[in-house]
T-cell receptor
């Protein structure tokens, strides 16, 4: 089977940096994706790591270590609008389907 | 603008009734997916399709059916065999591996 683990909740203050970790156990692992979902909305794609290392997109960065089956999403200069759920998803080599973690609810406080 | 359109936004189903959720995309993506999300949980894969006239079962396909007669369309039918259908249903498409999914705005299905 496939499973991903991420913390259920994280709280941080505006302007701070927060890291959301994700460990995975999957067969046919191809890469790790991250999605943001605001309450009641649809997930939106944030980033993808197919190779080990850090990918940076504006205030968001994502990291992957295949040898450790581990990745993280780093959010810098937190804003109130960053309050949302964040999901890591393991892409499978079969048909590009993804297995999602249960999500991390990030609360940004003033 | 390109995107994915899901309809209806809210749907109410009576016991023993089949209902069909619509999903249309104009992104020219080959792959399409249906996921189910329950409150406070992640997304679970119901069905996926890589190409027209072909689709595969996901992790929780029982009680659901799909068709892929056109590249743009991937409707999902929730049958009476699905005993706990109340959930948020999300349709997605992707141009290829490593590109991420584009999701529709979802359909909230409630059994009444």
């Amino acid at each position: 089977g496939q499973s991903l683990e991420q913390p259920s909740e994280v709280t941080a203050v505006e302007g701070a940096i927060v890291q959301i970790n994700c460990t995975y156990q999957t067969s046919g692992f191809y890469g790790l994706s991250w999605y943001q979902q605001h309450d009641g909305g649809a997930p939106t794609f944030l980033s993808y790591n197919g190779l080990d290392g850090l990918e940076e997109t504006g205030r968001f960065s994502s990291f992957l270590s295949r040898s450790d089956s581990y990745g993280y999403l780093l959010l810098q200069e937190l804003q109130m609008k960053d309050s949302a759920s964040y999901f890591c998803a393991a892409d499978n080599t079969n048909a590009g389907k993804s297995t999602f973690g249960d999500g991390t609810t990030l609360t940004v406080k003033p | 603008d390109g995107g994915i359109t899901q309809s209806p936004k809210y749907l109410f189903r009576k016991e023993g009734q089949n209902v069909t959720l619509s999903c249309e995309q104009n992104l020219n993506h080959d792959a399409m997916y249906w996921y189910r999300q329950d409150p406070g949980q992640g997304l679970r894969l119901i069905y996926y399709s890589q190409i027209v006239n072909d689709f595969q079962k996901g992790d929780i396909a029982e009680g659901y059916s799909v068709s892929r007669e056109k590249k743009e369309s991937f409707p999902l039918t929730v049958t009476s065999a699905q005993k706990n259908p109340t959930a948020f249903y999300l349709c997605a498409s992707s141009p290829g591996q490593g590109s991420g999914y584009t999701f529709g705005s979802g359909t909230r299905l409630t059994v009444v």
